[in-house]
């Protein structure tokens, strides 16, 4: 469905994309993920046309848009800030690209009226001027002009940064659910990992203009490929050169201290009986953080520090100086 | 045969008809229609309209444009060929002098009237003829100031001590009357090695002049200073006809200085612009408003002294006894190429 | 953030309506800024510096062994700087009482504040003569307090600052307050809880948001004190005279060198204009302190904790007041008067008639002037509003390409020279054909005064139009080009509907500065069409006239301030309104 060969652009002297290769299938939920200032949001940028690359080409549906002007690409997206017209009212707001169509009138004001319902808009709502709306409210514009104009990509960067933390996990779900209904491809960024892991079909995580990794939530998480990848996803613990030998020793496998090696806090066992591949060793409780569903420990072996998590099963519960049994599964280490 | 006589009977009667337009002179000189654009400093109070009016019951069809002198002056020169101007009327000898070495008006025969003008104010070459005009005087309130403690003329206002800021100095030197009172005065001390054709005496005198006086306050007249009993100023420059509509309004009574040189008179004539192409008209029109009717009703109407003396009568005696001060001895061609240069020196080196 | 592409790459791609479009304008631009501002101004020095060929700078002699012009010059330079400071203390001052802190009645407090807006010039100067003149209410009122004391003591710097700084307040009464309306006010509540007080929250929170419309109103004042030109005239007396008086009176000399001395002082002024410009330009460029939040507040005006210094600050801000709308109210007493009775500030009841207004609505010489002036300061405004649009709108899309930036410069030009002398330029330019302007002269032409009214209000409709554009979200313009409006269908429907208030108040703005214009009039205008401040010039005229002329200036002047409160309450009351809600 997208395709984007080779992509670099460039601001006057600087470069802020480079080797930019991406594949976005038919109906995906596609993110770019990465701290600010990697280069998400003008990749997506580059597809809906703002930006001219300065090498490398734009493919939608095997056709070269690399050149063709903003107007004329039918790419739906949604801002940061939502950009609605403040002039104009939510209905306006929501037909523009109908009117720019020139699509008559009756046709119109039933597509608009649709759209709105799909969205959660009421008639009066439709009426009022958009600075009188809620934040939410605000959003839910946004996303019904963008898909009024039935396009068959969507792009959304960062559309629920503005938002409170619930209201975004209530929206993120709707989000998900118009998107599968919708079926419409989908080009997400956001900085936020857990947005891109609970949303996505596929990720391609972003670091200062260049891919670190593109793959499925689980592969992104579970087999991050690179050291920036696996230390922007999720928490996570880095294991000092020392901590490293004893594992080796203790389990005999051929590990390289030299090395970044890092362990994710969930495979880190605590008091879970024998497990025959793993490291186990003594450890005191240093400090905990309650989490309800889970409770966070953060746990001595000597010098080296580790966080972990246990589910709140009602099993165990962990008061500080408690000494605890760990245990590390060597294939659970990410290497680099 | 018929032809012939039907010929003749018709060239007498076109010579006949001509012969009596020939003969009717002055308010007689009815207009054509033909539309005239009028440019002149003396148009409001009511002027311009009162013109429009009276000229239109004689046939004739004004467009009135009304400015300051020196505003219809410039508006001439930069205008060039290109002047939708027929006819300029008012101004003065300065004005006229400068416009006809412009070579912007055209020299035309004597109306019927010119002979009736006060000599000496009608130009010599024909290029503008006097309709009305306005003493320059040196004017003082004379219930403050009896004629005997009065200056005699200008040069007592800086050469006594005791006229020293009791007079106004201006701050402005555009204006005509300004302008009249500097020429009379500066022309006293016309030396060809002097510079700008002025001896150095006659420079300090105007140096003197404008170091005692009291700068004009601007946007106030003389007279509302006169009366103000915080300001010094008892004395100033004033046209004639100006004279006793201030008298009128502040209820003082002016009292004026008679110079043994005379005074300055400003010439307000009228005259055709060269690049006319209503030159016909325009020459009417000259004809019907110099006449003594005309000027006659003018003055009544305006309070203003008339250049034609056959209407003199007209005038309000006041206005005739100002005007019967002899008129100044001034080389007018001279002002009029230099006059500028003088006021920029003066605003440069001696204005206060 | 857009990628920049070399004009050749954009006008390839550009289908044949829009480069057609694109080549107009462009033509357009760069005819009417050589053909109407660059070559005539070039002819200006020109003819003033090169007579016969040679270049003659005895002007410049002249100047400076000319104590007087010395002594004017440095007048203006003494006052432009001590004006800036004034007025924007005042200025300040006027802001916060209106808009920041809970003042009783700050409701008519803003309305008298706002007079400034209907008149100036003559008129005002004379309003505030009435008051602190000799005969003045105020003076009168002392002396009988102290008999001894100098009546004529309003005369010199001192008084032609103090005019001025209630005068120029007129900008910071817009521009400034629609930045304080701008201000977030969670950032007053997150410093109000960090423990700071309301001075320290006032210096160090509110005042830097507005640092940036407070320059560019500052440069308009600076402006305005170097061309100073009634005030002087009229209260400075004999030791304060300043330099834009004795511009036009050269200006107004038929001689060349009188002329090229203009021009000179006129040069010394422009200089000043540009360093000025070039300097706050610099500062622009450090950056804006535009408000990062998302989500803004509405300022709640402050009740001022210290009674002591809330009961002060009521008592300035009704001082003010006072200040303000008192020569305003006498004005309009006075016309009524007669002559005599105006000069000599004497305020008599018995003298009251309507005989001066119906003079002068009765006659059509009287009333023409009137519609003569609107109708051009009305199309001037529309015509210099459109060029600033599109001009703006082409240097907020071509930001710091050469060409935008020559653009941008370019319609600054008229503020190098004070409008007498763009008046003159036009002039010589135009009394004869030029090639340039199709071979025809303009003089005693209906268009060309208009052309000189839409130049002298480029420079400050452009800064104006341009802030307000840069001051807008992108994002707007990238969303209805994702949904497919071309960029003329965006700029029509999504951007201009959101500029339209800031442009119609600047529109009001303009004007209303136009209606009384004398220095481009007295030029420039059609005869047979000549502008009110052409008219009410000729009723002050000396000679011939009547003298009761004053009378009847004063008649026009509150007409005058009739017309332009009427635009105002039109345009930028409802507009006002318009912002409150947002």
Known sequence: MIRLNDIEVRFGDFTALRDINIHVEEGQFYTFLGPSGCGKTTTLRTITGFIEPAKGTVIVKGKDITHVPVERRNIGMVFQNYALFPTMSVYENIAFGLRVKKVNKTDIDRRVKEMAQKVDLTEQQLMRKVAELSGGQQQRVAIARALVNNPEIICLDEPLSNLDAKLRVQLREELKEMQSRFGITTVYVTHDQEEALTLSDCIAVFNKGFIEQIGTPNEIYSQSKTEFVCNFIGDINRLKEDFIRQIAQKTGRGLDPAKATYVRLERIHVNDGARPNAASFEARVAGREYFGLYIKYQLEVGSQTLKCIVKNDGASYFQVNDKVTVAIDPDDLMVY | MKKIVALILALVFVLSMSALADAATGADVKGTGVELTIYTNSGSSGRADWLKERAAQDGYNLTIVEEGAGAVQQRLINEGEATPCDVVFGL???????????????????????????????????????????????????????????????????????????????????????????????????????ELGISEEGWNAIGEFFAHGTPVEDGVDLYAQMVNENSPVLIGQMWSSGADQYDQQYGVKTGYAVPEVGVPYAVEGVAIVKTTKHFDEAQRFVEWFGSAQIQGEWSEQFKTMPANELAAEKAPASQIEMCSIPAQDIDWALVAANIDAWCEKIMLEYMQ | MQAKLPLKVRLKRMTPRQMALFGVLACVFIWFIMACMVLPILNLLKTVFFEGGTLSLDSFQK?????????????????????????????????????????????ILRLGYMTTLIYG??????????????????????????????????????????VMTFSCTSNHMIFLRNAMRAVDFQTVEAARNMGASQWTILRRVVLPVLLPSLFAVTILTFITGLCAMSAPLLVGGKEFQTINPMIQQFAEMTTTSAKSLAATLSLILGLATMILLAI??????????????????????????????????????????????????????????????????????????????????????????????????????????????????????????????????????PWLLPS????????????????????????????????????????????????????????????????????????????????????????????????????LSVFLHHPANPTLGVKIKSLTEEMGNSSDGVALTFVYAVLMMIISAIVLYLVYGRGGKDNIKE
């Not at chain 2, 130009?123 to 100031?145: C, E, R, T």
């Not at chain 3, 012009?69 to 006027?94: D, E, Q, R, W, Y």
């Not at chain 3, 060309?448 to 001051?471: D, E, H, N, Q």
């Open chain 3, 280 to 413: 706050l330009t610099a500062i622009e460029r450090r950056g804006h302190y535009m408000s990062v939040s998302k989500v803004k507040t509405k300022i709640v005006k402050q009740k001022i904790n210290n009674p002591v210094v809330n009961v002060l600050v009521h008592i300035y801000a009704w001082a003010l007041f006072v200040i303000y709308v008192i020569p305003v109210v006498l004005i309009v007493l006075f016309s009524f008067s007669d002559s005599a009775h105006i000069q000599q500030r004497q305020l008599d009841f018995s003298t009251f008639s309507l005989r001066n207004y119906g003079e002068l609505l009765s006659k059509t010489t009287a009333y023409r002037p009137f519609l003569v002036s609107i109708i051009y300061s009305a199309l001037a405004a529309v015509i210099v509003g459109a060029l600033v649009i599109v001009a703006c709108r082409y240097i907020q899309k071509r930001r710091n390409s050469l060409s935008a930036t020559a653009l941008e410069y370019s319609l600054m030009i």
């Open chain 3, 121 to 162: 010039g003559v008129t005002l100067v004379s309003g505030y003569k009435f008051i602190y003149s000799d005969n003045g209410v105020l003076t009168n009122l002392m002396s009988s307090v102290f008999p001894n004391m100098d009546k004529t003591w309003f005369t010199g710097y001192w008084a032609v600052l103090f």
């Open chain 3, 63 to 107: 100047l400076f062994k000319s104590p007087r012009a010395m002594k004017a010059l440095t007048n203006s330079f003494i006052l432009a700087p001590t004006l800036s400071i004034t007025v924007g203390f005042v200025g300040i001052s006027l802001v916060l009482i209106t808009e920041y802190f809970d003042i009783k009645g700050s409701a």
């Open chain 2, 92 to 194: 003065n000898a300065i004005i006229w002098n400068d416009l006809i070495a412009r070579d912007i008006l055209v020299a035309i025969d004597a109306p019927s009237w010119a002979d009736e003008v006060s000599e000496g104010l009608n130009d010599p070459n024909g290029y503008y003829y006097a309709i009305v005009k306005q003493a320059i005087l040196l004017a003082y309130d004379s219930n403050q100031l009896s004629p005997e403690e009065a200056p005699k003329d200008w040069p007592d206002l800086w050469e006594k001590e005791e006229f020293w800021t009791k007079y106004e100095s201006q701050i402005k030197l555009t204006g005509g009357t300004t302008r009249n009172v500097l020429a009379g005065i500066l022309t006293r001390y016309v030396d060809p090695d002097g």
């Open chain 3, 420 to 519: 007498t002398m763009i008046a003159l330029s036009l002039l010589l330019a135009f009394n004869q054909p030029r090639w340039y302007m199709f071979n025809k002269p303009l003089i005693a032409t209906l268009q060309l005064l208009l052309i000189g009214y839409v130049i002298i209000k480029l420079p400050f409709t452009m800064r104006m139009t341009k802030a307000a554009f840069f001051s807008l979200d992108n994002a707007l313009e990238d969303a209805s080009k994702n949904l497919g409006a071309s960029g003329l269908y965006t700029f029509r429907r999504v951007i201009f509907p959101v500029l339209l208030p800031t442009v119609m108040a600047i529109a009001a703005l303009n004007f209303n500065g136009l209606l009384t214009d004398y220095d």
